[in-house]
């Protein structure tokens, strides 16, 4: 073999070792060592996002409150982004089963919803005593949380947990096929359940009154011929949950990788709170994003924007009952401050009360 054969081949081999992370893979898998973090800020010095990740120029990030920054400077562990536009998210609907057949504005029974776990080891510290387990970590029962809130809906699920092992940059290669069974399965979505790395306050959130879960971040690869439907679904998703539950997504990170988004447009990574929150609260959140998938997906049938009987989404359910008991302890309370004003004193006030009880009751005897 001649030497530039040999060279020929030499290269072709480096190549062909390089090529899958080149293509389908991110740095070490977008994060940074273990307990270093980024911070994204504004052009006024105001914190975005504190995260592991590692951030590149270029990339995006949707806020909670829709407004949409780019990075454009890095400098150590500070990452410069721009104001870019304030986002009106998009109200259309994307179902993976659209992309796969003719079925585009049919009434639809639900197709079902895939699972699965591209960095299986991830957990949680305060509840799993540790950040990474090697096998089926904290992240897994994530997973059969919100399986087990979707199906508690009717909602079919494929889970799976097959093991992408170990948590490098191949593992998105790995589970690329994993992805593929899934695909085969015609569901209506696909989520990548992990979880970040960032520290607690970043994903805490009141979700309802003294209820506190984590968060739930979505991430896109910019780095996949989908990349346009990947944005307009992850938004059109968000919109939902900020109208089911105001708050629960904290914003859309849209990374320089490509997290197998390239294999269908509705797959999207899904991070449930952080390493330094507990299991328990993230089980909590992905409870509550199992609503919005039910709600995105397959329903209300009448009218997409509403699905409680007040009228409002959701998740207004529970602040219009809070609000009508509030009306009838505010009125109790003063029809009762009215009529001790008016009677002169407690006993007064009493007898009075209990009158206007027989009355009501038809208890009292008339004459």
Known sequence: MSRGSLRLGLMAFLVILLLPGAVFGSPEDDH??????????????????VSARSIE?????LTADN???EVIAVEGEV???????????PT?????????????????????????????????????????????????????ALAAALRERGIPVFHDESLH????????????????????????????VHRDAAPPDQYAVEIEEGVWVTGVQLVVGRANQNFAVNRQYAQSLKRIADMVYPGL?????????????DLTPLNVLLEVGAHTNSRDAAERGIGYFADVVDFYFYGPRDDPRTASPFGGPRGGIRAALRTLVAIVAVFLLGGFAFVLINSGSWDEA???LRSYWQRLLGTKERR
């Open 79 to 89: 990452a410069r982004a721009k104001f870019v536009e304030q986002v009106e998210l």
């Open 350 to 352: 009493k007898k009075r």
């Open 92 to 144: 259309d609907r994307y179902y993976l089963s659209d992309f796969l057949e003719a079925a585009v504005g049919k009434r639809r029974e639900p197709r079902g919803i895939g699972i699965y776990h591209t960095h299986n080891a991830e957990s949680y510290v305060p509840t799993d005593g540790t950040h990474s387990i090697n096998g089926k970590g904290g992240i897994h029962q994530v997973g059969k």
């Open 165 to 192: 092992l170990p948590h490098n940059r191949g593992a998105y290669r790995r589970s690329r096929a994993t992805v593929l069974r899934l695909i085969r399965k015609e569901p209506d979505a696909i989520f990548d």
């Open 32 to 49: 940074l060592f273990h307990g270093t973090y980024m911070r994204m800020i504004d052009e006024e010095g105001n914190v975005l996002l």
């Open 67 to 69: 407004r949409l920054f």
């Open 57 to 61: 120029p270029g990339d995006q990030y």
């Open 249 to 261: 997504v904290k914003g859309i990170y849209f990374g320089r990788g490509n997290y197998n988004q």
